[in-house]
């Protein structure tokens, strides 16, 4: 399913030229201190028995906390391609950015 996501956001990227993964710091920035959250969130759930994942539909990748390789890219890869998708709406409609947002003096 992941991969879903990376076909139907990343094309933005070229396609639009959004210059997000230029720009990969600011995404990580944006990113981690959040996915960190919900990563301790999982790595607590899954310790009390409240939340668990079925390894017959795993690939088998643990990494910190029993969490599958599947989560941690979850939560990099979800919210990637959201900011590549408002990216690319705002890309194509540039007054949304400007009323949300104000004049962007990067570009």
Known sequence: MLAFTVCGSFWLEIVLKTSVLRRWKRALLSILPISTLFLIWDA???ARGHWFF???RMLG???PFDIPLEEFLFFI???MAAILTIEGVTTVKPH???KEFGKDEEK
């Open 61 to 63: 990748i643990y990494g």
């Open 96 to 98: 949304l950015r400007e």
């Open 77 to 79: 890869i979800v919210p």
């Open 44 to 46: 607590y759930a899954i």
């Open 54 to 56: 079925n390894r017959d």
